[in-house]
C-alpha cells in the first residue's frame, strides 16, 4: 500500500480502478467486487478462474447454447482443477420466458441435491439471464451463497457483468424480484463474441449506446464511425475477429463508465440513474409484444423515443435526435415497433415507471451527446407530446438508412 491514497480507515477511497486484468470497485458503503477482463479464461492452463472457485464444491450451469459451443472445454477444464465428485452443470433453458422464480427454485432444487452447502459456489457460464437467475437463487440458498458469472454476451459483458442486480420476471413485470447480490467473481473473455449471432451482438451494442448517449460523446462518435464493431469482416468478406484493439477499446471504456456510474449508488437509494436511459419503455415494450423483441432492441426503441421526446420538450436539439436515431438504425437496431409504441402502451409505461420509481419519473433524455438530464415529473411529458413523438418514431422506423 506504499504511497497509495487511504481513507481514514485505511481502506483505498471509494471508486473504481481499472488495470490491464479488468476494474476493481469499491462502494461508499464498504462492498468491493472485481470484474475480470482476459483471455482464455476456460483453457486448463489459465488459474483465473480456478483460483476463484478455491477448491469449493461447484455447481456449475449453462444455457443449451453455451453447453453446445463450450460445453466440453467447461467440462474439461473443471476436471483439470477440481477433485472428482466436487463439481457437477447441468444445462438450463435461456430465454425471457424462463426467468421466472420457478426457475431460481429449480437451480436451487438442484444445488441442495447435489449437496452444495454455504461454503460452495454456484457458477453461471452464459448470457445476461443465465446470471440473472443464478444470481438471484444464489442471494436466496440457504441465506445467500457465492456465486461465479462467466459472461459470454455483450449484453452480459458491458451490463449484467458488471453490476450487482440479480432478478426473475414475475407478476407480469421485468425482474420483479431480485436481489443485489455482488458475484464471488465476474469473467470477461472476449473471444467468447466472435461466436454470437449478429443479433445478439446489435443487443449488447444498444447497451454501449445507451452509455455513450447520456456520457461519452468520444464513445458516440467512436460507434458513428464504426457501428458494425464486433462483427467486422475481413478483406475477403469473412467474419474477423471479435475483439480488435477497436472492440477492446470500445468494451472497456463501456465496462469503466456503468461502474462508475454504479458506484455511489450500487443498491439504488437514488432512484434517478442516467443508467436508466432506455429502461423506461422498454419493459413494456418486451412484456407486451411477448419478448418478441430482445431486451437490447426493446432499449433501443426506448432510446429513439426518448431522444424524441427531448427534442418536443426543448431539452436537446434536432441533431442530437437525428443522430441516436441514426446510429441505431445503422447498427441494425429497431427504432419504433407498431405493436407496442401506442399512446396507451407507452403512457402505461411512464406510470409504472412513476410508481417505481417513488412516484417520481424519472426519465432519462440526451441534452445532447455525451450529457442526459431528468424529466421528474409524470405530468411534465404531456399526452400530445408523447404522441407526436411516437408519430415521428413511426416515420424514422420506416425511413431507409442514409
Not at 472476449?190 to 447497451?207: D, K
Not at 477492446?248 to 463501456?254: A, E, I, P, Q, Y
Not at 432512484?271 to 436508466?276: F, H, N, P, S
Request: glycine share 10%; hydrophobic share 45%.
Amino acid at each position: 500500500m506504499s504511497g497509495q491514497v487511504l481513507d481514514r480507515v485505511g481502506h483505498p477511497p471509494a471508486g473504481v480502478r481499472e488495470d490491464a486484468g479488468g476494474f476493481d470497485l469499491r462502494a461508499p458503503d464498504g462492498t468491493r467486487y472485481r470484474v475480470d477482463l482476459a483471455t482464455g479464461v476456460l483453457d486448463p492452463r489459465n488459474t483465473l478462474l480456478a483460483g476463484h472457485l478455491e477448491g469449493r464444491r461447484v455447481v456449475a450451469f449453462v444455457s443449451p447454447s453455451v453447453d453446445r459451443l463450450y460445453g466440453d472445454r467447461l467440462r474439461a477444464y473443471l476436471e483439470a482443477h477440481l477433485r472428482p465428485g466436487q463439481w457437477t452443470l447441468h444445462v438450463m433453458s435461456s430465454g425471457e420466458h424462463h426467468k421466472t422464480l420457478a426457475a431460481a427454485e429449480h437451480v436451487c432444487a438442484l444445488a441442495k441435491a447435489d449437496g452444495l452447502d454455504r461454503h460452495g459456489v454456484m457458477l453461471a457460464v452464459g448470457g445476461g439471464i443465465v446470471a440473472d437467475v443464478v444470481g438471484f437463487a444464489a442471494s436466496i440458498y440457504a441465506r445467500g451463497i457465492r456465486y461465479i458469472k462467466v459472461n459470454t454476451t455483450l449484453v452480459g459483458q458491458v451490463d449484467v457483468g458488471v453490476g450487482v442486480k440479480t432478478g426473475v420476471n414475475a407478476l407480469q413485470t421485468k425482474n420483479m424480484f431480485g436481489a443485489y447480490h455482488p458475484a464471488h467473481a465476474s469473467l470477461n473473455d472476449p473471444a467468447f463474441l466472435a461466436t454470437l449471432p449478429h443479433r445478439e451482438i446489435r443487443c449488447g451494442l444498444a447497451e454501449i449506446v445507451k452509455m455513450a448517449v447520456i456520457l461519452d460523446a468520444d464513445l458516440f462518435r467512436t460507434l458513428e464511425a464504426h457501428p458494425d464493431a464486433f462483427r467486422r469482416a475481413d478483406g475477403d468478406g469473412r467474419p474477423g475477429p471479435a475483439h480488435g484493439e477497436l472492440e477492446t477499446h470500445v468494451l472497456r471504456t463501456s465496462m469503466r463508465l456503468m461502474m462508475e456510474e454504479l458506484c455511489p449508488n450500487l443498491q439504488e437509494h437514488e432512484l434517478a440513474r442516467l443508467v436508466d436511459f432506455g429502461h423506461t419503455f422498454s419493459p413494456v415494450v418486451e412484456t407486451a409484444g411477448g419478448h418478441r423483441l430482445e431486451h437490447g432492441e426493446a432499449v433501443a426503441v426506448d432510446m429513439a423515443l426518448s431522444a424524441h421526446l427531448a427534442r418536443l420538450l426543448g431539452l436537446a436539439d434536432d441533431e442530437t435526435c437525428a443522430r441516436v436515431v441514426r446510429l441505431l438504425r445503422r447498427i441494425g437496431l429497431p427504432v419504433f415497433d407498431p405493436g407496442t409504441c401506442t399512446p396507451e402502451l407507452m403512457t402505461q409505461a411512464l406510470r409504472a415507471s412513476w410508481q417505481r420509481r417513488g412516484r417520481k419519473l424519472h426519465l432519462v433524455v440526451p441534452t445532447g451527446i455525451g450529457t442526459a438530464a431528468f424529466v421528474r415529473e409524470l405530468e411534465d411529458v404531456p399526452g400530445d407530446v408523447l404522441v407526436a413523438a411516437l408519430d415521428a418514431l413511426a416515420a424514422d422506423g420506416e425511413r431507409r438508412d442514409a
